[in-house]
T-cell receptor, first 115, second 112 residues
Framework: DAGVTQSPTHLIKTRGQHVTLRCSPI?????VSWYQQVLGQGPQFIFQ???????GRGNFPDRFSARQFPNYSSELNVNALLLGDSALYLC??????????????FGDGTRLSIL | GENVEQHPSTLSVQEGDSAVIKCTYS??????FPWYKQELGKRPQLIID?????GEKKDQRIAVTLNKTAKHFSLHITETQPEDSAVYFC???????????FGRGTSLIVHP
């Protein structure tokens, strides 16, 4: 079975541009979460979607948005890119809302570099 | 919100030694504590987790302990091997969402 897949793997953008990152969850998983991981730190929660509805939002500005599609795949959009947005963006999926009996499984991430 | 502190930031051991990584959390409502291993350039992988109704959990060479009163939990790796070298993250989650807050990570280096 395929794991969580993310695209693209690497991306280079300039300040002010926008970017769309994509995630396909493990087959059967209905919950998708997005994280930002800056070098040397742990992942920071951005969004969680379950059954196409936003179920959680971290402390990120409105430039960050996301959505989940009927097939449970998801997109993360970031507008007006800043240098500080350079990071590894991770997607994680779980069967239902993330729970103690439904651990999250991560994708390999998208490495976003802002010039 | 939840705050998770993780120590040490770097841990260097000889092959065969034990390694211990400690985390503290601030939100007494946290009740789920996963540990992830992230090798260089790879995805974080869940290696073990524990719920608040359990004080200890073991899986082969890996064990996790939880002290709810003191709000700290620890990862223990015995008989370390070079392939255990990676960054380890602890996390704490609470409530129905179980959205984890991660620590800053511990870089474990196992010397052959």
């Amino acid at each position: 079975d395929a794991g969580v897949t993310q695209s693209p793997t690497h991306l280079i953008k300039t300040r002010g541009q926008h970017v769309t990152l994509r995630c396909s969850p493990i087959s059967g998983h209905k919950s998708v979460s997005w994280y930002q991981q800056v070098l040397g730190q742990g992942p920071q929660f951005i969004f969680q979607y379950y059954e196409k509805e936003e179920r959680g939002r971290g402390n990120f500005p409105d430039r960050f948005s996301a959505r989940q599609f009927p097939n449970y795949s998801s997109e993360l959009n970031v507008n007006a890119l800043l240098l500080g947005d350079s990071a590894l963006y991770l997607c994680a999926s779980s069967l239902g809302k993330s729970g103690a009996d439904q651990p999250q499984h991560f994708g390999d991430g998208t490495r976003l570099s802002i010039l | 919100g939840e705050n998770v502190e993780q120590h040490p930031s770097t841990l260097s051991v000889q092959e065969g030694d034990s390694a211990v990584i400690k985390c503290t959390y601030s939100d007494s409502a946290s009740n789920y504590f996963p540990w992830y291993k992230q090798e260089l350039g790879k995805r974080p992988q869940l290696i073990i987790d524990i719920r608040s109704n359990v004080g200890e959990k073991k899986d082969q060479r890996i064990a996790v302990t939880l002290n709810k009163t003191a709000k700290h939990f620890s990862l223990h790796i015995t008989e370390t091997q070079p392939e255990d070298s990676a960054v380890y993250f602890c996390a704490a989650a609470s409530g129905g969402s179980y959205i984890p807050t991660f620590g800053r990570g511990t870089s474990l280096i196992v010397h052959p």
